[in-house]
């Protein structure tokens, strides 16, 4: 499964990250397939660049964001905002036990 997340890079201390697009099994700093954007969270504002055409490419082809990435996606106008209710669904499907 194909999944956006975050690679970490920088020094010690100092990290800044790319969004890729990488296989769930590999690596978190290891292999990836493409490069999707940039965040860089120690600036102030924080610098988020996202290529929101290859990002919503991915999202088409089934590519599963992480999270994080899908905050950022959101901050930077790929996906729209998660609603009240969804989120409470969405927990409210996975707390029910299976008989």
Request: charged content about 30%; aromatic content about 8%.
């Amino acid at each position: 499964m194909i999944k956006l997340r975050l690679r970490r890079m920088g020094k010690k201390r100092q990290p800044h990250y790319r969004i890729v697009a990488a296989e769930a099994r590999w690596p978190r700093d290891g292999r990836f397939i493409e490069v999707i954007g940039y965040y860089n969270p120690r600036t102030d504002p924080y610098t988020l660049e996202v290529n929101v055409e290859r990002a919503r490419w991915w999202l088409e082809h089934g590519a599963q964001p992480t999270d994080t990435v899908r905050a950022l996606l959101v901050r930077a106008g790929v996906l729209p905002p998660r609603q009240q209710n969804e989120a409470k669904r969405e927990t409210a499907e996975t707390a029910q036990p299976e008989a």
